[in-house]
């Protein structure tokens, strides 16, 4: 059975970095047909797509997002993770990194973790 699990800080202060990991347990992120997403939710707010990294290693981006964000993957430790540039107070949420299937459906979330962008 396949599990997502987000880790990182759970404050930031404005104009830093935030830096988030997922570790799948369960499957490989290499897998043919799936990509690794994040998504985040502020409050208030639906559900904001950051980006995605398909099994080939290759990444697309929210327009809204892609100046400031990086997403990469380490296949040894079977894990991806997420980097938002120049943070501010908008950027706090509950990111959300999941795992997007051949059907196109979000089928496997981590629990989210909360991120605060707070000085």
């Known amino acids: 059975q396949v599990q997502l699990q987000e880790s990182g800080p759970g404050l930031v202060k404005p104009s830093q970095t935030l830096s988030l990991t997922c570790t799948v347990s369960?499957?490989?992120?290499?897998?043919?047909?799936?990509?690794w997403t994040w998504i985040r939710q502020s409050p208030g707010k639906g559900l904001d797509w950051m980006g995605v990294i398909h099994d080939d290693g290759i990444t697309y981006f929210s327009p809204s997002l892609e100046s400031r964000t990086t997403i990469s993957r380490d296949t040894s430790k079977n894990q991806f993770s997420l980097q938002l540039n120049s943070v501010t107070p908008d950027d706090t949420a509950v990111y959300y990194c999941?795992?997007?299937?051949?059907?196109?459906?979000?089928?496997?979330w981590g629990q989210g973790t909360q991120v605060t962008v707070s000085s």
């Open positions: 999941a795992r997007l299937n051949r059907e196109s459906d979000y089928d496997i």
């Open positions: 369960g499957g490989s992120i290499t897998t043919n047909y799936y990509a």
